[in-house]
């Protein structure tokens, strides 16, 4: 049994926490959403050295020089149990301007084949709506982003890329994921962004972050050159 969001948060008798470290429990949830919620509340409480959200699941650390794994159980269980009902808070939304194709998306013809679908059609379908991001993980700033159209929905590739250049959008196993760095990785590239998705020099250095909704919009290699970071 999962961790369920309805009104007052509670985590029912029977849910999935699992010990995953000597000091790491790890709660089981239904949604990127409720994992961000779930998390944000333990942390905000103060009780644990750390809890960081998932697409689906919660880790919590806590001092296991000052409590065992048993006491553990048992105090995530009651802190869950306590939860304030949800709020609902104002969503961020950001557009991602993307040059699709070419050298800035070098498998996009390829998987435009696989799909039965025109380069002008998946790009309709891929900018056609907006998508939350689900959470930041891989390397700092890569945002995993849900919700993709079914009908583009392909696995990733089969050997994946020792390089990878940053801001290039991939789509994979029904999400879209946006590279912050240069790197490996296994999407298949459809585009790329010239937005600097991670600065490590910035007061806020990651442009998206979890709950954020995005919304990805088509632009030419000529305005790809102009927006890009000097």
Same mark, same amino acid.
């Given at each position: /049994? &999962?961790?369920?969001?309805? +009104?007052? %948060?509670?985590?029912?008798?029977?849910?999935?926490?699992?010990? #995953?470290?000597?000091?790491?429990?790890?709660?089981?949830?239904?949604?990127?959403?409720?994992?961000?919620?779930?998390?944000? %509340?333990?942390?905000?409480?103060?009780? !644990?050295? @750390?809890?960081?959200? +998932?697409?689906?699941? *919660?880790?919590? =650390?806590?001092?296991?020089?000052?409590?065992?794994?048993?006491?553990?159980?048992?105090?995530?269980?009651?802190?869950?149990? $306590?939860?304030?009902?949800?709020? =609902?808070?104002?969503?961020?939304?950001? @557009?991602?301007? *993307?040059?699709?194709?070419?050298?800035? +998306?070098?498998?996009?013809?390829?998987?435009?084949? =696989?799909?039965?679908?025109?380069?002008? $059609?998946?790009?309709?379908?891929?900018?056609?709506?907006?998508?939350?991001?689900?959470?930041?993980?891989?390397?700092?700033?890569?945002?995993?982003?849900?919700?993709?159209?079914?009908?583009?929905?392909?696995?990733?590739?089969? &050997?994946?890329?020792?390089?990878?250049?940053?801001?290039? #959008?991939?789509?994979?196993?029904?999400?879209?994921?946006?590279?912050?760095?240069?790197?490996?990785? +296994? !999407?298949?590239?459809?585009?790329?962004?010239? @937005? /600097?998705?991670?600065?490590?020099?910035?007061?806020?250095?990651?442009?998206?972050?979890?709950? /954020?909704? *995005?919304?990805?919009?088509?632009?030419?290699?000529? $305005?790809?050159?102009?927006?890009?970071?000097?």
């Amino acid at each position: /049994m &999962k961790f369920v969001p309805s +009104g007052r %948060e509670t985590l029912p008798p029977g849910a999935d926490i699992r010990p #995953v470290g000597d000091d790491l429990l790890s709660i089981s949830v239904d949604d990127p959403q409720c994992a961000q919620a779930l998390a944000t %509340e333990l942390r905000n409480s103060g009780d !644990w050295c @750390e809890a960081v959200a +998932g697409i689906d699941s *919660v880790v919590i =650390q806590f001092d296991n020089a000052s409590i065992d794994l048993p006491t553990a159980l048992q105090r995530v269980r009651r802190a869950v149990d $306590e939860l304030p009902p949800a709020t =609902q808070t104002q969503t961020t939304s950001v @557009e991602i301007p *993307v040059c699709y194709g070419g050298d800035y +998306g070098p498998d996009l013809d390829a998987v435009c084949e =696989q799909l039965a679908l025109s380069p002008v $059609e998946f790009i309709a379908r891929h900018t056609g709506t907006d998508y939350p991001v689900e959470m930041l993980g891989f390397v700092p700033g890569f945002a995993y982003i849900g919700g993709l159209d079914a009908a583009l929905n392909v696995p990733r590739r089969s &050997k994946p890329r020792l390089r990878v250049a940053a801001g290039s #959008v991939g789509i994979a196993d029904g999400r879209t994921g946006l590279y912050s760095l240069p790197g490996p990785g +296994g !999407w298949l590239l459809v585009g790329r962004t010239p @937005e /600097m998705l991670f600065d490590v020099n910035a007061s806020t250095p990651f442009l998206l972050g979890p709950g /954020m909704r *995005v919304r990805f919009r088509a632009i030419s290699a000529g $305005e790809f050159d102009r927006l890009r970071p000097a």
